[in-house]
């Protein structure tokens, strides 16, 4: 079974509409997050959720926001789709979110907007 | 906050070589430090990790060193494979829950 799953896997988009990536977790873990992985490679993250606190990165647009229905999800809203949003973005989850723990990635969602 | 600079950006070795990716750090708080590995078209994976408490640590055929003094910290593979070909990334963290990546590596095994 998929630890952490992710979709979709691709999303093709226009700029200037509204999309959403679904993440799920079976690891019974507290904490997730969402990392945005740019051409370069470099992996940044977005946001850091448990049942208690979201604490979102202070350079990320508030275009993007993350909607947690329960504990093994978190997705991701992007609002107003621009060029430059074009990434692959990660969803991982930890045990507790203590930082000092490992951090179990999906598999990815691989976003184009034109 | 914290930044993580990491060397080479690239690096190629022949099968059976070693190969050693570099880190630096900057917040001497950071007292957790992962190696992850990410293959063409999936997400990072851990290989190896190592607290601040330790020094060295290997598994198998591969190895983390740590230099809190100088906030250095380097992965040693030995004996590489084809299937070691990857992107490398180390990070550091502490207990603010956020880790804070390197930029990278990508490892290619030559054959």
């Known amino acids: 079974d998929t630890a952490v799953s992710q979709t979709p896997k691709y999303l093709v988009t226009q700029m200037g509409n509204d999309k959403s990536i679904k993440c799920e977790q079976n690891?019974?873990?507290?904490?997730m997050y969402w990392y945005k992985q740019d051409s370069k490679k470099f992996l940044k993250i977005m946001f850091s959720?448990?049942?208690?606190?979201?604490?979102i990165n202070e350079t990320v647009p508030n275009r993007f926001s993350p909607k947690s229905p329960d504990k093994a999800h978190l997705n991701l809203h992007i609002n107003s789709l621009e060029l430059g949003d074009s990434a692959v973005y990660f969803c991982?989850?930890?045990?507790?979110?203590?930082?000092?723990?490992?951090?179990?990635f999906g598999p990815g969602t691989r976003l184009l907007v034109l | 906050g914290e930044n993580v600079e990491q060397h080479p950006s690239t690096l190629s070795v022949q099968e059976g070589d070693s190969a050693v990716i570099k880190c630096t750090y900057s917040?001497?708080?950071?007292?957790?430090f992962p190696w992850y590995k990410q293959e063409l078209g999936k997400g990072p994976q851990l290989i190896i990790d190592?607290?601040?408490?330790?020094g060295e640590k290997k598994d198998q055929r591969i190895a983390v060193t740590l230099n809190k003094t100088a906030k250095h910290f380097s992965l040693h593979i030995t004996e590489t494979q084809p299937e070691d070909s990857a992107v490398y990334f180390c990070?550091?963290?502490?207990?603010?829950?956020?880790?804070?990546f390197g930029t990278g590596t990508s490892l290619t095994v030559i054959p």
């Open positions: 991982a989850s930890s045990l507790a979110g203590t930082g000092t723990e490992t951090q179990y």
């Open positions: 690891l019974g873990h507290d904490t």
């Open positions: 959720y448990n049942n208690k606190e979201l604490i």
């Open positions: 917040d001497s708080a950071s007292n957790y």
């Open positions: 190592i607290r601040s408490n330790v």
């Open positions: 990070a550091a963290s502490n207990t603010g829950n956020q880790f804070y």
